[in-house]
């Protein structure tokens, strides 16, 4: 079995007492972290770079610099560890990545990874989004690099951000700041329950395919030792070979970045608007709950496909743990549902997902879940959608394209994704009226899309730390 042909256990490679546990070993040391694990900060900053091709010497310098301080996946690994046992910090997180084009301007071309979808660029792929003319400036032109920045504290995160920017400053041009203004800065939010959640109030994160072996282990764990949906996932599903780095077993990760802005006070005004018609229109027994139905969980996290069948209402935690294998006509989490269009959870299914790493931007002076709608934000929050890949057009490309934006998946007249989907109008999708009994007939005015806006994007390559330190 080759070194990516399984899941990996990273405290066998720490110990290094086989020949296979050894090569792991150097593998973590020479990854960038964030790829097999999230880094777990709840602040970031991405800046956007572009090198002068003219001062490749100096930008070349530049990116060693920091590759100097880029996390490895091990140190990453080992951090948490030492956070969960004694609460110390593990410190700033540093992540630097490149663009096709930005191996191209450090005249690096034998180095780049090979992917049809990185070659190309986001903005030049089929993929419903707005035209690239009505994308934020600093998205709307050629990027070359990005570099992660991510802490603990709000205020270490911001001083860390300027001082990487006095650096890329210092480089006489060599390169430039593509978002001096920092829209791209990262606020975890979290709910009375202290979980993570996006801006529309639905905790997120929670279905995260795993890569490392403890962390399938604990949630086998968790499930009481037997799990009705596998979340393990083989390495070569996040990692491919670095062609510039140092060792056999340097490898790196496909990754895309996309801001996405939310309209939170339209949202949740469709959502008691839809409640209304549904309940309006097929009498059910009790008033449907439209935006659980919608994303394909209720707000505080609790899958929809598990509710109770009496009620409708969530009985279990918040969970990874559920499938849709018995549900084939839609009625426990309707086709179209954010969470069952993404992942539908079959055995084939599980080859497109990726690792997710996003994060909230903006800052609310609401309560994201106190009920209330006047109070919601309209524009200026959203999603940093990041997620890291061994097959862009395998993954990320097929689940927006043929899953989120197909009216016609899984079957005919399912609707686009209520969230993600692009372009907007009606799809046919159909919401559940009675959990478990009966959907929707799918009129136009039962619709639910628009709220979610692309501001602009890009793939990147997180290359192997020996390749980074090796352009000195």
């Not at 791209?184 to 979980?195: I, L």
């Not at 009606?426 to 929707?440: C, D, I, M, Y």
Request: a negative charge; proline letters at 6%.
């Amino acid at each position: 079995m080759g070194i990516l042909d399984q899941t990996l256990s990273w405290k066998n490679a720490h110990a290094a007492t086989s020949p296979e546990s050894a090569a792991e070993l150097v593998m973590l040391n020479d990854l960038q972290g964030n790829i097999l694990k999230g880094h777990g900060r709840d602040y970031t900053s991405n800046l956007f770079l572009a090198f002068d091709t003219t001062k490749q010497d100096a930008a070349r310098s530049f990116v060693a610099s920091v590759g100097d301080d880029v996390n490895a996946a091990l140190d990453q690994l080992l951090a948490a560890e030492e956070y969960r046992a004694s609460g110390v910090s593990g410190g700033t997180f540093v992540g630097f990545l490149l663009t096709a084009k930005g191996y191209g301007a450090l005249d690096r071309l034998d180095a780049k990874p090979v992917n049809e979808a990185f070659d190309a660029g986001m903005m030049t792929r089929d993929l419903g989004d707005p035209p690239v003319e009505s994308w934020e400036k600093q998205f709307a032109t050629e990027i070359h690099a990005m570099i992660l920045i991510a802490s603990d504290d709000p205020k270490v995160r911001d001083l860390e951000r300027d001082e990487m920017v006095t650096r890329i400053n210092s480089t006489n041009g060599a390169v430039r700041l593509l978002n001096p203004a920092f829209g791209e800065d990262g606020n975890v939010m979290r709910n009375a329950d202290k979980n993570g959640i996006e801006h529309f109030g639905y905790v997120d994160g929670i279905s995260q395919p795993l890569a490392l072996q403890e962390d399938v282990t604990a949630a086998k764990e968790a499930a009481g030792g037997a799990l009705t949906w596998d979340p393990s996932i083989q390495l070569n599903q996040l990692l491919v070979p670095c062609p510039g780095g140092k060792h056999n077993v340097s490898f790196g990760s496909f990754f895309v970045f996309r801001k996405l802005e939310q309209n939170v006070r339209e949202f949740k005004k469709r959502e008691e608007a839809l409640s209304d018609v549904l309940t309006e229109r097929y009498r059910p027994p009790k008033v449907v709950d439209s935006g659980a139905s919608v994303v394909g969980r209720f707000e505080n996290g609790v899958p929809f496909a598990v509710s109770s069948t009496e009620t409708g209402l969530p009985t279990v935690p918040p969970n990874n743990d559920f499938a849709f294998g018995s549900d084939g006509k839609g009625l426990t989490c309707p086709f179209a549902g954010h969470v069952r269009k993404t992942n539908p959870r079959t055995p084939d299914s599980k080859r497109h997902l990726m690792a997710r790493r996003g994060i909230p931007y903006g800052v609310r002076t609401d309560g994201p879940n106190d009920e209330k709608i006047d109070n919601k934000p309209t524009g200026g929050v959203g999603l940093l959608f990041m997620a890291f890949q061994s097959d862009l057009v395998n993954q990320f490309e097929f689940t927006q394209r043929l899953w989120a934006n197909n009216p016609d998946f899984p079957a005919p007249g399912t609707g686009r994704d209520g969230i993600i989907g692009q372009p907007g109008g009606p799809s046919g999708q159909r919401w559940t009226v009675e959990w478990a009994k009966r959907l929707s007939d799918g009129k136009d005015d039962e619709q639910f899309s628009g709220f979610v806006k692309m501001k602009g994007g890009e793939y990147f390559f997180a290359p192997s730390i020996s390749f980074l330190k090796a352009l000195r």
